[in-house]
């Protein structure tokens, strides 16, 4: 069942303020997509050199990881296991969530927290093949406002009065004036589409 109905305008010039609102939103909004991170960058998964014992921690801990990104593992003669937090400091791969031996292994990271993955070969991750990486929710995009800049040195507040003396000078603010029929939008119904 479809469901359709319009947006009638007054006038034309009452849909600037619609059309400027919908630019702004459209130029606000921006498309986040997914990142891709070859685990490891260019010398992928494998036993640290003795002077890179941190190979993995330092490489995780210089990302920010998302729901929807992608892990790519690359490596030789190993593999990759998901593991929970007890399986990762005693490198136990015995209950393992996932095990991956094909040397170009591509996980996507699809739940928030912190997931887990050493080498299958337990000497192998003693030896440092094991990264945690903390997976974030999607990013929100905020707008943020220019800021405001300072008025110049020589303003006009010598001449322009301030609230508060035109406040004290008037017993009772005017009330504001009512819009007049050419401001007014008329609304015939919503447009919505709703596929059931």
Known sequence: ???????????PYS?????????TIAV?????SATDFQVG??????????????LYNVWDSLRRFHIDDSLYFRYKNDSVTVVEKWGFYHCDSSNSIAFFNDGDTVIDLDNIGTMYFISGDSDRCKQGVSMMVEVMSPVRVRYFP?????PPEDSFSDVAPS???????VDQPEPS?????SDSVSVSGIAVVLGV
Not at 1 to 11: D, E, Q, R
Not at 163 to 169: D, G, H, L, T
């Open 177 to 181: 004036p009512r819009p007049d029929s």
């Open 28 to 32: 606000v909004i921006t498309t986040i």
């Open 41 to 54: 960058g260019t010398v992928g998964w494998r036993i640290p050199a003795t002077n890179e014992s941190q």
């Open 146 to 150: 220019p800021a405001i800049s300072a």
């Open 1 to 11: 069942m479809y469901m359709l109905t319009w947006i009638k305008l007054a006038s």
């Open 163 to 169: 609230p508060a003396q035109v406040m004290s000078s």
């Open 15 to 23: 849909r600037a303020p619609l059309l400027n609102s919908i630019f």
